[in-house]
């Protein structure tokens, strides 16, 4: 073969080469362009009635916002929510949103996935000493504040019970620290003696019902009750209605679950905290997304989570107190319940 043709064919060859370089290049930038972004979803568990609700708007909110979602519940199992984190990690998630079951114990698959990579967002509950990127919640010492305040309006003498919720989530420490704003000072002028705060495993209603049962066994003078939930009130006024004690007993609790609006119209339970949900789903599918496509998010708020300095940035939502008389201004008119589920068991009040 001629010099001349020999280096015309390898001039070709190398622009063929370099043109199915650029195309390939091209097909791979077009296609990276294409991919959705994937968003994993931690869930601790749906044992509570909110959970579901959460999910549901989160669930929508992300899709509407063009991104791809996977989600996974532990049913209360922190060893098995590790294991699904690993799991979403492994199969290409952009962004982890977690809510934990304990505070501590997803500390290393938090660490694990942000090793990877992938930024983290805490919804609803903190991880502790895991450096996330965002928390996203509602204050939850005001809503121990708020529940605390409710109760010493009507009862600002007398002997009080505290159901707290479980003693390795975060919030419940929070909630605890909020009612103790309030209910301190009225401890120290001896108007309010506490018999007993409980502090369950987790959030167990069978728990709640054991703690205060022993506390009946040592005396019945009890005037109020404060629990870390609405479903942790209920075991608490089960429980006071068996002993005919729910008469003279006020019961406060928090989600406004629609059964504990339904109480609180029957007269059998206080006061509960409603926490927009909506709000709050769409406000973290939002900067979930955010934090998929690396954009900077600024708050007005930090948190101190054990590890990273200066604090973990804190997306932080009002709660707003339900008594009898707020229910239409609140919940109804939110269109967080209905009227007609609220009242069905009350119908002559509307």
């Given at each position: ?17 370099a043109?199915?370089?650029?195309v390939s290049c ?6 990276s362009?294409d ?16 959970w ?9 909110s992300?899709?509407e916002?063009?991104?791809d ?5 532990a ?20 962004v ?12 290393a698959?938090v ?10 967002l ?5 991880v502790?000493n ?5 928390y996203?919640?509602f204050?939850n010492e ?8 409710s109760?010493?309006?009507?009862v ?21 620290t909020g009612?103790?704003?309030v209910l ?11 018999l ?6 987790t ?6 019902r054991?703690?205060l049962?022993q506390?009946?066994?040592r005396?019945?003078?009890i005037?109020?009750?404060?629990a870390g939930n ?9 429980v ?7 008469s003279?007993t006020r019961?406060?609790g928090q ?6 609006c339904?109480?609180?119209a ?10 927009p ?6 406000r973290a599918?939002g ?8 954009e ?21 939502l009002?709660?707003?107190?339900v008594t009898?008389p ?7 008119k ?17």
């Amino acid at each position: 073969m001629k010099p001349e043709i020999k280096r015309t064919l390898l001039v070709l060859c190398a622009m063929l080469t370099a043109c199915t370089f650029f195309v390939s290049c091209g097909k791979s930038a077009q296609k990276s362009q294409d991919k959705k972004l994937v968003v994993g979803f931690s869930l601790d568990s749906l044992v509570v009635e909110r959970w579901k609700r959460d999910l549901e708007v989160f669930e929508k909110s992300v899709k509407e916002l063009g991104a791809d979602f996977i989600y996974e519940v532990a049913d209360q199992d922190a060893d098995r929510q590790a294991e699904q984190v690993r799991s979403m990690v492994s199969r290409g998630i952009d962004v982890l949103v977690i809510i934990p079951n304990d505070a501590d114990k997803l500390t290393a698959s938090v660490k694990y996935a942000k090793s990877k990579r992938i930024p983290v967002l805490s919804y609803d509950r903190l991880v502790r000493n895991a450096g996330v990127d965002l928390y996203v919640s509602f204050d939850n010492e005001k809503v121990g504040s708020l529940m605390a305040e409710s109760l010493v309006q009507v009862v600002p003498h007398g002997n009080y019970v505290i159901i707290n919720g479980a003693k390795t989530d975060n919030n419940a420490i929070m909630l605890n620290t909020g009612m103790h704003k309030v209910l301190d000072p009225f401890i120290e002028r001896g108007d309010i003696h506490i018999l007993e705060e409980i502090w369950p495993e987790t959030w167990d209603n069978e728990a709640a019902r054991k703690g205060l049962e022993q506390v009946l066994s040592r005396t019945r003078a009890i005037d109020a009750v404060i629990a870390g939930n609405d479903m942790l009130a209920e075991a608490a006024i089960n429980v006071l209605s068996e002993n005919r004690l729910l008469s003279t007993t006020r019961v406060v609790g928090q989600d406004a679950e629609l059964a504990a609006c339904q109480r609180i119209a029957e007269g059998s339970q206080y006061a509960t905290i409603y926490k927009p949900i909506d709000r709050l789903a769409l406000r973290a599918a939002g900067f979930a997304v955010m934090l998929a496509k690396k954009e900077k998010i600024t708050t007005d708020a930090t948190i101190n989570d054990g590890l990273k300095k200066g604090g973990v940035p804190y997306v932080r939502l009002e709660p707003i107190l339900v008594t009898k008389p707020l229910l239409d201004e609140t919940v109804i008119k939110d269109g967080f319940h209905s009227k007609a589920d609220v009242y069905r068991n009350v119908r002559s009040s509307y």
